[in-house]
T-cell receptor
């Protein structure tokens, strides 16, 4: 079974631009979560989608948004990029939402904002 | 606010035993997870605890005390490949995962 895939793997953008990241979950998984990871900060939760609905949202500004499609693939968008948005963005999928399900992570998208 | 504390870095010797502690203060509790993350790679699932006690899985064991808001990950017979960051995460009352900053474990020969 193929793992979680994320595209692109690396991205360089300029301040003020916007970016869209993509995540394809493991086949059959309906829940997708997004995280931002920076050195020393650990994983910061962005949002979780289940069956095309946003279930949870972290404490990030409205510049960060996401969506999930009927095939469970998910995208996240960051508008008006700031230097502080430079980070590794990780996507994780699980069979269902909440409860005991562990999450399976993709390799991440390394975003650099200059 | 919600908070998870782990030591930033630990050093241990190959073949030895190491215990990585995690304390948490969250809005509700619906399970605690441990993940391993090698440098430059994605986190991978290690263990899950929802009831008090010890869960053993090969060389790795995880312990939970809900009344103390405390967990630890025990790694036995350390190998060089165990050099990684270990992340503690707690599901709160909204089933949202709250993550610690991770503990970087350095194994020396």
């Amino acid at each position: 079974k193929a793992g979680v895939t994320q595209t692109p793997r690396y991205l360089i953008k300029t301040r003020g631009q916007q970016v869209t990241l993509s995540c394809s979950p493991i086949s059959g998984h309906r829940s997708v979560s997004w995280y931002q990871q920076t050195p020393g900060q650990g994983l910061q939760f962005l949002f979780e989608y289940f069956s095309e609905t946003q279930r949870n949202k972290g404490n990030f500004p409205g510049r960060f948004s996401g969506r999930q499609f009927s095939n469970s693939r998910s995208e996240m968008n960051v508008s008006t990029l700031e230097l502080g948005d430079s980070a590794l963005y990780l996507c994780a999928s699980s069979p269902g939402a909440g409860e005991t399900y562990e999450q399976y992570f993709g390799p991440g998208t390394r975003l650099t904002v200059t | 606010g919600q908070n998870i504390d782990q030591p930033t870095e630990m050093t241990a010797t190959e073949g030895a035993i190491v215990q990585i502690n995690c304390t948490y203060q969250t809005s509700g509790f619906n399970g605690l997870f441990w993940y391993q993350q090698h440098a430059g790679e994605a986190p991978t699932f290690l263990s899950y605890n929802v009831l008090d006690g010890l869960e053993e899985k090969g060389r790795f064991s995880s312990f939970l005390s809900r009344s103390k808001g405390y967990s630890y990950l025990l790694l036995k017979e350390l190998q060089m490949k165990d050099s990684a960051s270990y992340l503690c995460a707690v599901r709160d009352s909204n089933y949202q995962l709250i993550w610690g900053a991770g503990t970087k474990l350095i194994i020396k020969p």
